[in-house]
């Protein structure tokens, strides 16, 4: 259960580029549960989803991880929840290129200082769970675009998190492809995994998978559909 | 404990690939360091190596030396001042030396001719004369406190005979048992044969060193009897020199005493005059690279940040961030400092500083070959340790850590390749 309580986010505080990003969010995201935020572009999602996954901090208000004010905690801390509690599929799938991508898939491993073997045993499990098997030793930048984002997804899932957070997953996917996307959250969900996505796309916010739509406007939650 | 190796263990990893990924920046980066390491190194090996060689010298020179001027020029010591310098209190010897240059048109090099003095060394203080020392290869520790090997007497050399440095037998292509020619004052050419070349362990002693008898050297000169170049005196008590030598001018007004420490400063201010050039070498060398690094450093490029973001964005701490970073300068800068030093003795002390070789030309004919004796001290590799690993890992701390506080959620909102 992750709940905000009137979160607010300033960029650019007390300068003429002043922007107010969220003004006063009160959200509470059940567990086990594939959320989605939609809402037109610059209102906010990214922000959400930062502040949400411990990567920013709000200008105001708080966040609680399972009833455990986070808000206010060190980075050493904050890093260490994230690492733990969240993995992050990307819109641009960001991996680290000139290494393979199984080295992609255990960057994330690497400062908990985990044994080489077993962590090696979980990557190859986990990429042959999406069918990468084969990839594993290619360098990401010889991957399409389809097995990039799917090496993301497996690098997300590496540390174990019960948290995905995703931000735009299928913006650069076509139908196909998007729909194995949801094919993958819904067994994601069938894990027991929290899910957030963020999506312009209706055939994400339409699938059967989704349990709860949040809208976003200038910063503002609107009322519920669903 | 366990889980910190294993965690440098994969940073390590990370790093070192990361280093390869750039291999055109790195490796010129790699190439860039090493050289000035292996300037600043062989700028400061070559000048230690011949500091030590110089005080070498002066070790085995005497505590004080008195010549007689004419005047104001200096001329041959007749030997009734050696009774007077002898009878000054403190005074515990007196020798009389003989020595001279001798310039060889031939090969436009100058020779040392010198007179060995006679193996009883107690003795003859009438016409005794500068003692060699040898300096010997084998015992010469990190120190460099090794005495003299063996001392060689006049009575080993003999008339019509010469003993003759390494410098002086490659200069002339002579070898043992060959006839060397000399022009005598009188336009007479004397032929000496040569009996043997001194052992080449320590150049800048003894290259341009000729060994002579006696009755040859006043015969090549035309030097009478009871004459000496210049005296070798040495003292009971060494706080009492300047006051001995005042006294010997009081006596001998024509005396001109020298004390060594006077020498040893001329000397000191010589090498240092080298050591000040180098200087000025060594100081541009230390900017050129504190700029470079600086420049290397604060200008982490737009996918290096990029990759930061991502790496905080899946988990990575700031302080992973920077541990990445330490290994990174500490990678690049060991390999360049030890291949900059490794390359730098080889070069000063088996190439006979090649590189230098247009610079040191005016030091004599004789030398611009010359071997060093290899002496590096710990001092030494420390100093240039501190010149060059440290400003490098100073100029790159700062942008490690700025980097180190890229927000991870930049990853997020990146745009576009
Ligand atoms: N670091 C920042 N400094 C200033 N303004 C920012 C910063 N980050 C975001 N913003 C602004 O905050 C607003 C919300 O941005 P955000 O990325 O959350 O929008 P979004 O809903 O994700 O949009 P999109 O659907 O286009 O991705 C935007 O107007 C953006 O310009
Ligand atoms: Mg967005």
Known sequence: MIELVNVRKVFNAGRPAEFTALSGVNLSIESNKVTVLIGPSGSGKTTLLSIIGCMSRPTAGRVQLAGREITSLPERFLTDIRRKTFGFIFQQHNLIKGITALENVMLPAYPLGERHVPLKQRAMKLMEDLHLSDKAESKVEWLSGGEAQRVGIVRALINNPSTIIADEPTAHLDTQLSHRFLGIVKRFKEERKTVLITTHDPLVYDDPVIDRIIRLRDGRLEVERR | MREW?????????????????????????????????????????????????????????????????????????????????????????????????????????????????????????????????????????????AGPLFDLGADEIGVGSVVIGSGVARVREAGTGELMLFRAYDGEILPFRIKKILPSSSQLVSSDLILIDEADFKRLFGIADGLVTDLAVTVRNPTELSTIASKITRRLPDARPIIRDEILRTYDSIFNWRGGMMIVILSSAVLAFVIFAWDKASGLSAGERREIGILKAIGWESSDIILMKFWDGAVVSLTAFLSGVILAYGHVFFTDSVVFEPALKGWSTLYPRFKLIPFVSAEQVTTLFFLTVVPYSVATIVPAWRAATIDPDSAMRYTGE
């Open chain 2, 5 to 145: 190796i294993e965690k440098q263990k994969y940073i390590i990893d990370f790093t070192l690939s990361s280093l390869l990924r750039r291999k055109a920046k790195n490796i010129g980066l790699l190439a860039l360091y090493t050289l000035i390491v292996f300037i600043l190194a062989s700028v400061m090996f070559f000048t230690h190596a011949i500091k030590k060689e110089a005080s070498l010298i002066l070790d085995q020179s005497p505590e004080m030396i008195v010549q007689k001027l004419v005047a104001g020029r200096q001329d041959l010591v007749p030997l009734r001042f050696v009774e007077t310098v002898r009878g000054i209190r403190g005074v515990q010897a007196v020798r009389g030396r003989l020595w001279g240059y001798y310039f060889d048109p031939r090969f436009g090099a100058n020779y040392t001719l010198l007179v060995p003095p006679p193996t009883a060394q107690t003795g003859a203080a009438g016409n005794g004369s500068r003692r060699v020392m040898v300096e010997g290869e084998p015992d010469r520790n990190a120190e460099g406190s």
